[in-house]
């Protein structure tokens, strides 16, 4: 989100809290329709700013309302910022950038969460950290305001996929309550526009190293009358499939490895002849798992490569250096070397096949030889290509 593509509209700039000095809080809130309960979000934030003397302003990020939403911001003094980028991110990186606090809370505007007592995220903001989780599992979920898929399967699954991939403190990573230093998270460049933000912030914060805490906070039902505009299962899979993307080494080189693994093992036992009921044919799924593998393993590499080349991935373990150590020629070696194993083991075939008078052979015995040929021919094609590119 540039600034140009953010407008904010003429009006008092009012600010909370005591009469002098900088502005230290921006509670930013994204807004959609909210003409129900965003007056009540609002005057929640201005109670807790001026009963903790805490210097601070409200800034709602309208996305586009027609229901007089802004019109009921700026009467009750909040900054409107019109985030003209639909989506959930996108509101939130225009309130974000348009900000001018030193510390921002960001929250929906829905009246799920409590404005009127934000002591403890300012509390660990001010103690350092850059990053403050709230955790509504730990502060309480009141009866209604979370639909049953979302808190014990949805929620705790993909809080869980985040944790594994991305090692953290946050117990709740699609929490909508959190605090944050405005020029640490500015510093991660985060570029998604949807629900996933959410998630994009926390993997990030925890690639940049950034301080995370989580401090515990209340979730109440939605104040409106409509619909919510999250979408379960499309919201969802945006979440989960950012928390891949993001996972070179889950979505590409761990499964990679594992079929690599299987594959030759598989290819050992069977090379010199059956087990059991596990044949030839075990013997070309055991190539078939090895020759996927090693592209996904390739896809791994490409991935992270590309990814710390667009600056999405910090090159935290020095990747592209050591990648610089690997030359074309080295690649161009171990990829021959491969082929050449491949074509004498092809020799070795066609020998077999002359020495029958070029008539019918055994399978279960040309195939133990003619299966790992073509493993190695292709596996020394892939990497020499990979070397190229």
């Known amino acids: 989100m540039t600034s140009a593509s953010i407008?904010?509209?003429?009006?008092?700039?009012?600010?909370?809290?005591?009469?002098?000095?900088?502005?230290?809080?921006?509670?930013?809130?994204?807004?959609?329709?909210?003409?129900?309960?965003?007056?009540?979000c609002i005057h929640k934030a201005a109670t807790y700013l001026r009963k903790y003397a805490v210097r601070g302003e409200i800034v709602i990020a309208d996305n586009g309302s027609t229901d007089?939403?802004?019109?009921?911001?700026?009467?009750?003094?909040?900054?409107?910022?019109?985030?003209?980028?639909?989506?959930?991110?996108?509101?939130l990186m225009a309130g974000i950038n348009a900000a001018r606090g030193e510390y921002i809370v960001m929250g929906d505007a829905d009246d799920s969460?409590?404005?009127?007592?934000?002591?403890?995220?300012?509390r660990e903001l001010r103690g350092g950290y850059d990053l403050v989780m709230g955790n509504r599992f730990r502060g309480g979920i009141q009866p209604g305001a979370m639909?049953?898929?979302?808190?014990?399967?949805?929620?705790?699954?993909?809080?869980?996929?985040?944790?594994?991939f991305f090692p953290n403190p946050c117990g709740d990573f699609h929490c909508g309550l959190r605090g944050f230093d405005?020029?640490?998270?500015?510093?991660?460049?985060?570029?998604?526009?949807?629900?996933e933000f959410a998630s994009e912030m926390v993997v990030k914060a925890t690639l940049g190293r950034l301080r995370i805490t989580e401090v515990p906070t209340t979730l109440a039902p939605d104040g409106r009358s409509r619909p919510p505009h999250l979408k379960r299962w499309e919201d969802g899979w945006r979440h989960l499939r950012f928390l891949l993307l993001y996972s070179p080494?889950?979505?590409f080189l761990y499964p990679g490895l594992f079929l690599m693994g299987c594959g030759l093992l598989a290819g050992?036992?069977?090379?010199?002849?059956?087990?059991?009921?596990?044949?030839?044919?075990?013997l070309l799924f055991s190539a078939t798992g090895i020759i996927v593998g090693l592209q996904?393993?390739?896809?791994?590499?490409?991935?992270?490569?590309?990814?710390?080349?667009?600056?999405?991935?910090?090159?935290?373990?020095?990747?592209?250096?050591?990648?610089?150590?690997?030359?074309?020629?080295?690649?161009?070696?171990?990829?021959?070397?491969?082929?050449?194993?491949?074509?004498?083991?092809?020799?070795?075939?066609?020998?077999?096949?002359?020495g029958s008078g070029f008539g019918q052979l055994d399978p279960t015995v040309v195939m133990r030889i003619a299966i790992p040929a073509a493993t190695l021919l292709i596996c020394g094609s892939q990497i020499i290509l990979a070397s190229f590119f």
């Not at 639909?147 to 705790?156: A, E, I, K, Q, V």
Request: glycine share 10%; hydrophobic share 45%.
């Open 68 to 91: 007089g939403s802004r019109d009921i911001a700026q009467n009750l003094g909040a900054r409107v910022i019109d985030a003209a980028e639909k989506g959930y991110g996108s509101a």
């Open 296 to 354: 996904s393993c390739l896809f791994a590499l490409f991935t992270k490569l590309f990814a710390i080349s667009e600056g999405l991935l910090p090159d935290r373990h020095h990747l592209v250096r050591r990648m610089r150590a690997l030359s074309l020629e080295k690649g161009l070696i171990l990829g021959s070397v491969f082929w050449v194993m491949g074509c004498i083991l092809t020799l070795n075939t066609l020998n077999l096949w002359k």
């Open 7 to 40: 407008e904010a509209f003429t009006q008092p700039s009012a600010a909370y809290g005591p009469s002098d000095g900088a502005i230290e809080l921006s509670i930013v809130m994204p807004c959609l329709n909210e003409a129900e309960t965003l007056g009540i």
């Open 182 to 195: 405005k020029a640490a998270i500015e510093s991660l460049n985060l570029r998604t526009t949807g629900m």
């Open 268 to 282: 050992l036992l069977l090379i010199s002849g059956p087990r059991g009921i596990f044949d030839i044919h075990t």
């Open 147 to 164: 639909p049953w898929l979302n808190r014990y399967l949805g929620n705790p699954v993909l809080t869980g996929i985040g944790k594994l």
């Open 113 to 122: 969460y409590d404005f009127s007592d934000l002591t403890l995220f300012l």
């Open 249 to 251: 080494r889950w979505l």
